[in-house]
Every structure is written in C-alpha cells, then in structure tokens.
C-alpha cells in the first residue's frame, strides 16, 4: 500500500487537504460529536448541522472581516452553477441587462459564454488567442451601463492572476476566486459579490461559498433556480433543499484550519514564500524550464510551465511526469486545452511539498539538458 507521506498532490482540484483536517472529518464519519450518528447521516434540518452552518459563517466573518451588510450563503452546483446564479440574480440591476466581462483565460470565457444566456455582455479586454497576461488598462473598455464587472482572480488553467482589484468606476465587482480564495488577503468591501468552489483552497468538491453584498440580493429575475436565488438561500440560511452536508463541514474545518494557521496574512506568506521557490526554479533554469505567463501576472496557486521553450517538448514532458510520478510528485500534467506542466500549489501544499518539487525539477534538467539542446 502506498503511504500518504510517500505523495504530494499537486493536482489542480480537488486538490490536497491537511491530514488534521482529514482526519476530524474521518472520525466523524462514524459519530459526530458523540450524536452517534455519522456526520453523512446528520439532518440538515437538526441543530447539529445548524451549528455547523454558523461556525462556518462565523469563522469565515472573522477570517476575512465581513461586514454586517454582506450574506455569506454556502450553495449548490460549485463554481460553474454561479456562472448562471450570478447574471440571474445580477443582470437586471440595470434595465439594460448588461454586464462587463473581463476575459483572462478558459473559465472566465466559460463564464462569459453562459452569461449571453440572461443578458448582453460586453467584452471589456481585446481578444486574445492565448491567456498568458492581462492586457494593459488603456486597452479596456467598460460600459458605463453595466449592471456589474466579472473577472476571474485566479484562471486555474492558464495560470494568469490579477495583482489588482480592477478599478470600475462604481460598476459592482463580481470575482470568481475559486482557485485563490483565502490564499491571501483580500478587502471584500471592494466586491459586490465573491465566490469560489471550494475544492481547492478550503475543501472538498460540492459547495461553493458566495459572499454577497445584501444591496445586490433581491434584484434577479423570477426565473431563478430556487437552488441558486440569493434571496431565497438568504432567507432559508442556504437550506431551500437538502444542502451539501458533508462538504459544508469539510469547508468549516478548512476555515479553522486556515485560522489557526494565521489566518489570511499567514497563508499568503507561506504562499508567496512556495511560488516563488518554484518560479525562481523554472527562471534559473537558462530556458529548459519556461514560465507561460507574463512575470506580473504569474500565478501563485497554478503554474503552467513548459521544458525547451514556449511550445515544449512533448516528449520531454512525458517522461518529466513519469519520473515525477516515481518520486512520489502527482498531478503535474497540464490541462489538455494548453498542455505542458502544471503545479498547483494551494494553501494544503507546505514549503516542503515544493521543496521536493524543485529537487526533482533541478535532477531533471541535469541528467536531460543536453537532450534538449
């Protein structure tokens, strides 16, 4: 049997979980808190589950200083369901049914594509026929009658972050950051709604948590999903059905786990300390190793990487993650719409796990440098 402590997942979600974590929700499996009944058989409707749900709201409040003027809702249908959720309950604000969206990679394009359904959506940045950067702000065009500006913070695949809030000119901001939620800190009062699947950073797949300004709820179409109306979810304190359970206390382990670990501010110092031990790697590598994205705009979670420049060494690449997969190092394949490399490095990946990455990362361009050139 092959030991936990013989992998590193750094696969792109569901991704790797702290073995504490894990193991709380292993022991409640077969009884919750002495209820004797496993935490997969707990009513939603009891006030077991009920307490789950307001420590989970609760300790996210404090992670991240959630006003009183924002509902924090944890819902069906992971980040793909608000590609939908979102312009029916947004698009409207505004009689002209528009909104702006920032397109800078595959699933804001995703995003972007199922949001035509509900309303016009303007194209803020030119087109681009490969995601490696974000276009400079010159280049933009917002419209001033939009009902909210979208954009993805983090694009798992393509592995383009923004370093910045984009500015909107008091257009209500929706983020998508499912890829990059609670890996640092972030002023939610710059938002008018975020939300983020939660089975990268902060759990398992099922769920996905929105955090939305009240001002912005209340407003969408009578054609909504009840699973997916923010007014409905807020009144029934996101019980309109039976709601993801077990993912919801999975996601209020991780929210302890993340709080006991220095909160925010703690994971974006050990996040910004792990990319950039795996970024100076592929930049001190003299071009056996190549970054695809522009250097301001690299991401901190998923870094897609090639070996012998932009295009790659397919070949070179496959026995890059056989021999990776023999050290114990899984999931380094690229997402077949880009190919390559990728490493995903979420909050559950400790310096160490990179360490052994780069280790590999540097034996490998010993013993094949000159296979390359």
Not at 81 to 89: D, E, M, S
Request: proline share 4%; glycine share 8%; hydrophobic share 35%.
């Amino acid at each position: 049997m092959t030991s936990r402590n013989s992998i590193v997942n750094f696969g792109p979600g569901p991704a790797k979980m702290p073995i504490e974590v894990l193991e709380r929700a292993q022991k409640s499996l077969i009884n919750f808190e002495n209820t004797g009944i496993g935490i997969l058989e707990l009513s939603h409707r009891s006030t077991e589950f009920a307490r789950i749900l307001r420590s989970a709201e609760t300790t996210l409040r404090e992670i991240l200083s959630i006003p009183n003027t924002y509902r924090v809702l944890f819902l069906h249908g992971g980040g793909c369901g608000q590609f939908a959720a979102i312009p029916l309950n947004l698009m409207g604000l505004k009689v002209d049914r528009v909104a702006d969206y920032l397109v800078t990679g595959y699933w804001s394009a995703a995003a972007a594509k199922e949001a035509t359904k509900y309303g016009r959506v303007n194209a803020v940045l030119p087109k681009a026929k490969r995601y490696t950067t974000i276009p400079t702000k010159d280049t933009w065009t917002l419209s001033s009658e939009a009902s909210y500006a979208y954009y993805c913070a983090n694009e798992t695949i393509d592995g383009v972050e923004f370093p910045f809030v984009p500015e909107t000119n008091g257009i209500p901001i929706v983020c998508d950051m499912s890829s990059n939620f609670l890996s640092k800190h972030f002023d939610i009062s710059k938002f008018g709604v975020v939300f983020a699947g939660a089975q990268k950073n902060v759990g398992c797949a099922g769920v996905a948590v929105v955090i939305a300004r009240e001002d912005l709820i209340g407003q969408g179409t009578s054609k909504i999903p009840c699973i997916w109306d923010y007014q409905k979810q807020t009144t029934m304190e996101s019980c309109v059905n039976t709601p993801p359970t077990f993912s919801i206390y999975v996601m209020s382990l991780m929210f302890d786990w993340i709080k006991s670990h220095g909160g925010t501010k703690g994971m974006g110092t050990l996040n910004d300390a792990k990319a950039r031990l795996l970024y100076n790697t592929i930049d001190e590598s003299n071009g056996f190793y190549v970054s695809t994205v522009d250097r301001e705009y690299r991401s901190w979670m998923n870094v897609p990487f090639r070996i012998g420049g932009f295009g790659g060494d397919e070949a070179r690449e496959k026995q890059f993650i056989a021999e990776a997969e023999k050290r114990g190092l899984t999931h380094l394949k690229g997402h077949r719409s880009v190919g390559g490399l990728r490493a995903s490095l979420y909050n559950a990946i400790t310096y160490e796990d990179v360490k052994k990455l780069t280790d590999f990362m540097d034996d490998f361009q010993l013993n094949n440098e000159e296979r390359i050139n």
